[in-house]
């Protein structure tokens, strides 16, 4: 464990310029967006959306840079793999964090409620570990020496596809029971959803490390 927080805290120097983005720009971009919709869901949607992106930047860094001094480091694969996955749970704490403080900088702004913040930070958390679980065992499969275009689309597609998802589940919340069918269905049960989407999320993440730990002892890295 002690070695998998030195790679954790290796990522962090290696993606300090996309910790300081998710925080000096997309935190105020997120914000305005969130002002122009009168919506402040869609910030925890963008700011998942930042969880899912930064940690797999560090993969294109590798790439780039050249990093086959890291697999030179002594340590096990789950402790290399583990350290990534922590990354991971680092993004996905601090960008709720940053949503959940700028939700309240615009209730207090417009003087008014909105129900089920506590079920969208639950939701807004749990995607980014289903995510992150699932992509970060593709990097490990595609290796360091994959085609950096092919990676690049790996990586943006279902990113947009997700995102897209939970901004129609802000506008579920929003809309309430002005919708129908399956709709209504999510408007009703979204405590339930939000919180099986979070187990399954962490249940995925610890598997992903355990996959991505047999990838990682089966290919040339």
Request: aromatic share 12%; glycine share 8%; with cysteine.
């Amino acid at each position: 464990m002690k070695n998998a927080i030195k790679f954790f805290k290796y990522d962090l120097r290696k993606g300090k310029m996309v910790l300081v983005l998710s925080i000096v720009l997309c935190a105020p971009f997120s914000l305005v967006m969130g002002q122009n919709d009168e919506n402040i869901y869609s910030i925890f949607a963008y700011m998942s959306l930042i969880a899912m992106i930064a940690p797999l930047s560090l993969f294109s860094y590798e790439q780039k840079s050249g990093c086959g001094f890291d697999n030179m480091l002594p340590a096990k694969e789950i402790e290399r793999v583990s350290g990534r996955f922590l990354t991971g749970v680092f993004y996905i704490i601090l960008e709720m964090l940053i949503a959940t403080i700028l939700s309240a900088i615009m209730i207090k702004t417009w003087g008014k409620s909105f129900p089920d913040l506590g079920v969208v930070i639950v939701l807004s958390a749990g995607v980014p570990f289903i995510y992150n679980s699932i992509m970060n065992t593709i990097m490990y499969a595609m290796g360091t020496s994959g085609n950096p275009q092919l990676k690049r689309v790996v990586m943006i597609f279902p990113t947009m596809v997700i995102w897209g998802v939970l901004n129609a589940f802000s506008d579920v919340l929003l809309q309430g029971e002005n919708i129908e069918d399956i709709a209504m269905f999510v408007s009703k049960h979204i405590n339930l959803i939000a919180a099986i989407i979070l187990i399954i999320g962490i249940a995925m993440y610890i598997g992903g490390i355990m996959l991505s730990t047999y990838v990682v002892k089966r290919k040339d890295y």
